[in-house]
């Protein structure tokens, strides 16, 4: 099974409120997960947020921790609570009510991933899940938390940056119509997760780095926004999601041509993001 729950990345000092987490760019398949599965090593690849991780391992450079998670998304969703387990996945799971990411195969232990390919040949045991999210789920939560807590109590608000990336066509909806298709989805849960200074102040670090910023469409954030974004107790959450046709090839899943100018370009999107969180910064600027 993947080795390990998470990577924390610290900062030498920590200068910001802000924290950097990746909950989708885990690589690290065994080989007793990919011989349970029906698909091949790359197919069980594409629902991954690959390279992500890298687009913002500069981030304790500027005083930011960074969390990453360790299992892949294949093999467990971060990105959704432990409740959320598939009954048509994992036996004995009682189907209560409707739940559209239950629904479609996307539940704490996914059923399939990109374009609904199916994971598994049969069922997993109700032990398994549990173990899997006691092993891997919990664990990255815990310490996700521990970092919010920690940036409240040195700087009195905590600003988490939840990093994915989306498929090239996930925006040929909206991008009928517009002088300039969008680049980057910045979500708040319509304005619930995040403050609207902490939301603009992110757009506006894409948008200088010359990236097409759109807000919560079609993506306005999952259960780490809803969870942890709670902006009346100045713990604020914003999830980013971007193109990813900007830095690598979605097809092999490797880095793409533009891969290193873009990683650098990101590197001034992320020393502005750690900036919001600055307090020597922010009364600079008062």
Same mark, same amino acid.
């Given at each position: 099974?993947?080795?390990?729950?998470?990577?924390?990345?610290?900062?030498?000092?920590?200068?910001?409120?802000?924290?950097?987490?990746?909950?989708?760019?885990?690589?690290?398949?065994?080989?007793?997960?990919?011989?349970?599965?029906?698909?091949?090593?790359?197919?069980?690849?594409?629902?991954?947020?690959?390279?992500?991780?890298?687009?913002?391992?500069?981030?304790?450079?500027?005083?930011?921790?960074?969390?990453?998670?360790?299992?892949?998304?294949?093999?467990?969703?971060?990105?959704?609570?432990?409740?959320?387990?598939?009954?048509?996945?994992?036996?004995?799971?009682?189907?209560?009510?409707?739940?559209?990411?239950?629904?479609s195969g996307l539940g704490v232990?996914?059923?399939?991933?990109?374009?609904?390919?199916?994971?598994?040949?049969?069922?997993?045991?109700?032990?398994?899940?549990?173990?899997?999210?006691?092993?891997?789920?919990?664990?990255?939560?815990?310490?996700?938390?521990?970092?919010?807590?920690?940036?409240?109590?040195?700087?009195?608000?905590?600003?988490?940056?939840?990093?994915?990336?989306?498929?090239?066509?996930?925006?040929?909806?909206?991008?009928?119509?517009?002088?300039?298709?969008?680049?980057?989805?910045?979500?708040d849960r319509f304005g619930a997760? %995040?403050?609207?200074?902490?939301?603009?102040? /992110?757009? *506006?670090?894409?948008? &200088?780095? =010359?990236?097409?910023?759109? #807000?919560? !469409?079609?993506?306005?954030?999952?259960?780490?926004?809803?969870?942890?974004?709670?902006?009346?107790?100045?713990?604020?959450?914003?999830?980013?999601?971007?193109?990813?046709?900007?830095?690598?090839?979605?097809?092999?899943?490797?880095?793409?041509?533009?891969?290193? %100018?873009?990683?650098?370009?990101?590197?001034? /999107?992320? *020393?502005?993001?750690? &900036?919001? =969180?600055?307090?020597?910064? #922010?009364? !600079?600027?008062?």
């Open positions: 099974m993947p080795k390990v729950a998470y990577d924390l990345v610290y900062p030498e000092r920590r200068t910001t409120s802000v924290v950097f987490a990746s909950p989708h760019s885990g690589r690290d398949y065994p080989w007793a997960f990919l011989r349970r599965t029906v698909l091949d090593a790359r197919s069980i690849r594409t629902s991954e947020d690959a390279f992500v991780d890298q687009l913002f391992d500069c981030a304790p450079q500027f005083g930011a921790p960074l969390l990453r998670a360790g299992a892949p998304r294949a093999f467990i969703d971060l990105n959704r609570g432990p409740e959320e387990l598939d009954p048509a996945l994992i036996e004995g799971v009682p189907k209560i009510g409707h739940n559209p990411r239950i629904a232990i996914p059923r399939v991933v990109a374009n609904g390919k199916a994971i598994y040949r049969g069922k997993l045991p109700l032990s398994e899940a549990r173990w899997r999210i006691d092993t891997y789920w919990r664990p990255y939560h815990q310490v996700l938390q521990r970092q919010l807590n920690e940036a409240h109590g040195l700087f009195g608000e905590a600003i988490l940056i939840d990093c994915h990336s989306m498929p090239h066509e996930a925006l040929d909806s909206i991008a009928r119509g517009v002088r300039r298709r969008p680049e980057v989805v910045v979500g997760s %995040a403050s609207g200074e902490v939301v603009e102040r /992110v757009e *506006a670090a894409f948008a &200088a780095a =010359g990236l097409a910023v759109v #807000r919560n !469409a079609p993506f306005a954030g999952a259960y780490i926004t809803q969870t942890y974004g709670r902006p009346a107790r100045c713990q604020h959450a914003v999830q980013i999601e971007i193109d990813r046709s900007l830095y690598m090839n979605e097809q092999s899943i490797r880095p793409n041509g533009n891969f290193d %100018a873009f990683r650098r370009l990101m590197r001034g /999107v992320v *020393a502005e993001i750690s &900036a919001i =969180g600055n307090r020597e910064d #922010r009364l !600079a600027a008062e």
